[in-house]
């Protein structure tokens, strides 16, 4: 892997110093390839999370970068011609989550 | 604001210059070749147009995904159907991925840009393995690299 490349406890990402994006982090299931998976990052406040997809419903996972706890956040449903959304760290621990018809700020 | 269909024809992939100065807008129209439209994002007008020409020998150029560096908001990095290439405002660097030697990439999903390399996605991966398969390129100021 080339050196950006970090892997901090258990989240893989990449980093310019700025922006991040992240390739990998633990799963509460094997999940396989092309599902509509997303990431994101705040590796200063110690968190990551991730959302699948779960028939039109996104459910929404916090990992704990320190503890290594992934815990449950959330399950929001959205449009069956839509993708599940994008995750945007929003820089004080929260994250903002972007679906099609909407922008949800979760703490 | 307006939405991205009222800004670009057909459009296929967004993203936003490091800075946050310029949204691109990549489309694939049915009737035409590939372009690319940048928005500034103060005033919300479109400061910059161009056309993504096909490779030869290949159909279309139709965009699949779109990066940009850390450290350059006039640059754009574009994959196709078949090539990775990159653009300085609307100059294509000289080596684009099939320029640098590289097989063509079929559909190729660009994840990332950091200042020395481009990250993607090949989109498969070997039988009976779950994730994907992560790829990287290294790119200077002549475009897609080697070295």
Request: proline fraction near 7%; aromatic fraction near 12%.
């Amino acid at each position: 892997m080339p050196p950006e490349v970090q892997d901090d406890h258990g989240v893989t990402y990449v980093s310019d110093g700025v922006r991040n994006y992240v390739f990998s982090m633990p799963s509460p299931e094997l999940l396989p390839f092309n599902s509509q998976v997303a990431y994101a990052a705040d590796p200063a406040n110690r968190q990551a999370w991730e959302i699948i997809p779960s028939g039109y419903q996104t459910q929404l996972f916090q990992y704990n970068m320190d503890s290594q706890q992934l815990l449950f956040k959330t399950q929001v449903s959205y449009p069956y011609y839509s993708s599940p959304g994008v995750l945007y760290p929003a820089g004080n621990g929260a994250v903002l989550l972007v679906q099609e018809n909407s922008v949800l700020l979760i703490p | 604001m307006q939405t991205a269909n009222a800004i670009a024809t057909a459009p296929q992939a967004m993203v936003l210059s490091a800075d946050g100065s310029y949204l691109y807008i990549g489309g694939n129209p049915l009737n035409g070749s590939a372009t690319i439209v940048r928005c500034n994002t103060v005033s919300w007008a479109v400061d910059l147009q161009w056309q993504v020409p096909a490779a030869t020998g290949n159909y279309g150029s139709g965009i699949v995904s779109m990066a940009t560096p850390p450290d350059s908001p006039q640059t754009l990095i574009i994959s196709t159907y078949s090539d990775i290439l990159i653009y300085d405002r609307d100059q294509h660097r000289l080596f684009d991925a099939t320029a640098a030697g590289f097989p063509a990439f079929q559909g190729h999903r660009l994840l990332f840009a950091g200042q020395k390399r481009i990250y993607g996605n090949l989109g498969y991966t070997a039988p009976n393995t779950t994730g994907f398969c992560l790829t990287w390129l290294n790119y200077d100021a002549f475009g897609i690299s080697t070295f």
